[in-house]
């Protein structure tokens, strides 16, 4: 995991400490994609002045490394969201607050920016951050073959042929040759309503802002413990969003399906489903953790990076 850019960091922090006899300082894991324009620039001014203010145990750049071994008081994400998306599933569980800096578009889980992210973190090193714990949703397929019983759903994980994390949304798409696909869908045992359309989405109230909301579904506030069922193109006016409690448990089946249709959760783990698939989909046992901006604020994000509630333009032609 770690590079030559890094062991040198690692010295020259090991000789400004001794040097200024300063006191331990804190882990710091960074995460950079350097697909994104900046990330690389800004990683190399970055590590000589982190050296002298924290202890960085590596820097990794692959996006495929499991990080369930990690051992860092926190995790720098130089990317956007889908880095701390990637980041978040990797970690499997560890409970290592992840601190993520938007070189990308929207950035609603990367609350800082490029110019302002070090100020931020030198004051996470010293006194703290406010810190956002989200839920995550695990995501099962079950093959038609096995003994699963909605009712005995505990025991699913031994009979699944798919398992993964996601802290945005799980989603069932159609995929090729793109025509409607059947589904079942139920929630905590109850009887299944049938379903044609283009698939499904179930999200997070922390991933409401991302594909659910492109397909019409509402935006849940990411302190809400809710899951949102959203239809994607449903064959049906009538087949509206749901918002459920994070407690309950959505069951898809898939009746009838095409070749390409696939289970992608957070857009990055994906399995083919076949026709008697069943994905089974609930709380994760592992939530993520994520310093937030102390400036930011949630109604002013949505406006400055939705356009939210923002009015229509009017020429300046003066009164009609």
Not at 199 to 215: D, H, L, P, Q
Not at 278 to 286: A, C, D, G, N, Q
Not at 292 to 312: I, Q, T
Request: aromatic share 6%; hydrophobic share 40%.
């Amino acid at each position: 995991m770690c590079n030559s850019v890094v062991n040198h960091a690692g010295a020259y922090g090991e000789r400004w400490r001794g040097l200024y006899n300063l006191p331990a300082m804190k882990r710091v894991l960074v995460v950079a994609n350097e697909q994104k324009p900046s990330v690389s620039a800004s990683l190399r001014e970055l590590l000589p002045w982190l050296s002298t203010r924290a202890q960085v145990v590596g820097v990794e750049t692959d996006r495929v490394t499991s990080l369930a071994d990690v051992d860092a008081d926190v995790i720098l994400i130089l990317g956007g969201d889908g880095t701390l998306l990637s980041v978040a599933r990797r970690l499997a569980g560890r409970q290592i607050p992840l601190m993520g800096v938007n070189f990308g578009r929207l950035g609603f889980l990367s609350s800082f920016t490029p110019q302002n992210y070090r100020n931020y973190l030198e004051q996470f090193l010293s006194s703290g951050l406010p810190v956002s714990v989200r839920q995550m949703l695990h995501a099962l397929v079950i093959p038609p073959t096995s003994q699963f019983s909605r009712q005995r759903s505990d025991d699913a994980e031994k009979d699944c042929s798919f398992s993964a994390t996601a802290l945005n949304d799980a989603v069932v798409t159609a995929g090729p040759p793109f025509h409607m696909i059947e589904l079942e869908l139920t929630a905590d045992g109850e009887e299944g309503v049938g379903y044609h359309g283009d698939g499904v989405i179930v999200s997070t109230s922390s991933g409401s802002t991302a594909y659910n909301v492109s397909a019409g579904g509402p935006i849940i506030s990411p302190d809400v413990e809710a899951f949102c069922i959203t239809p994607i193109c449903p064959h049906s006016l009538s087949f509206r969003p749901v918002v459920v409690s994070s407690r309950s448990t959505v069951v898809i089946r898939a009746k009838r399906v095409n070749e390409g249709t696939t289970l992608f959760c957070d857009g990055q783990a994906s399995t083919r489903l076949c026709a008697g698939d069943t994905v089974l989909i609930r709380r994760s046992k592992h939530d993520v953790l994520l310093l937030e901006n102390p400036d930011a604020r949630e109604w002013r994000s949505l406006a400055e990076k939705l356009n939210w509630g923002v009015g229509p333009r009017y020429s300046n032609q003066g009164p009609a």
